[in-house]
């Protein structure tokens, strides 16, 4: 149990585009997911922090309009990168909170970013 | 805030020989501990966690971890590595009361050699 899909798992695509990643909570209802960006021989930085329903909080430094998020259903969260140049080259990760006490964040495998 | 260092960026060991990966973290208040393994072009997968109760926690894949209060550590363990354990190992807290969000360890590389 406890499934997220990540998708797409790698995509390359010219600087300037428009890259939409999917994060999905396949077997249970995620009220809360996480956004993470993962650069080589790093770790994990919290980007943002999206809520079923709401508006997602962001860190700080990270740029709300650059990266933008939805979390429209209990399932399903969505990273739109606007404008994608070479610098937005990373990891990105998510991450699914099973709603209830305690329980532990469910990541997904990544998506790999390539600008060009 | 809270902060956590992981002391080794790399660690290597032969197979079958114990492991142990260290892991420090710093906070004003109470806090969940966990670690996380991630293989390469992969997310991460949870080893095991502490929420409260026994300091000795059992994982997944023979690992095991203990929580020290008093020295505010979480050291990582297992007795008898394999080659197929070599992967990134990510400790990580999170508040007990707030929003869930974990900060995470620099990462520890594990490399079992033959």
């Known amino acids: 149990g406890a499934v997220v899909s990540q998708h797409p798992s790698w995509v390359i695509c010219k600087s300037g585009t428009s890259v939409k990643i999917e994060c999905r909570s396949l077997?249970?209802?995620?009220?809360?997911m996480f956004w993470y960006r993962q650069f080589p021989k790093q770790s994990l930085m919290l980007m943002a922090t999206?809520?079923?329903?709401?508006?997602?909080?962001?860190e700080q430094g990270v740029e709300k309009d650059k990266f933008l998020i939805n979390h429209a259903s209990l399932t399903l969260s969505t990273l739109t990168v606007t404008s994608a140049h070479p610098e937005d080259s990373s990891f990105y990760i998510c991450?699914?909170?099973?709603?209830?006490?305690?329980?532990?964040?469910?990541f997904g495998d990544g998506t790999r970013l390539s600008i060009l | 805030a809270q902060s956590v260092t992981q002391l080794d960026s790399q660690v290597p060991v032969f197979e079958e020989a114990p492991v142990e990966l260290r892991c420090n973290y710093s906070?004003?208040?109470?806090?969940?501990l966990f670690w996380y393994v991630q293989y390469p072009n992969q997310g991460l997968q949870l080893l095991l966690k502490?929420?409260?109760?026994?300091?000795l926690v059992k994982g997944i894949n023979g690992f095991e971890a203990e929580f020290n209060k008093s020295q505010t550590s979480f050291h990582l363990r297992k007795p008898s590595v394999h080659i197929s354990d070599t992967a990134e190992y990510f400790c990580?807290?999170?508040?007990?009361?707030?929003?869930?969000?974990?900060?995470f360890g620099q990462g520890t590389r594990l490399t079992i050699n033959p």
């Open positions: 999206s809520n079923e329903g709401s508006k997602a909080t962001y």
């Open positions: 502490y929420l409260s109760g026994s300091t």
């Open positions: 906070s004003s208040v109470s806090v969940y």
């Open positions: 077997d249970f209802q995620a009220t809360t």
């Open positions: 990580a807290v999170s508040v007990i009361q707030g929003a869930q969000k974990l900060v």
């Open positions: 991450s699914a909170l099973r709603t209830g006490r305690n329980q532990p964040q469910h």
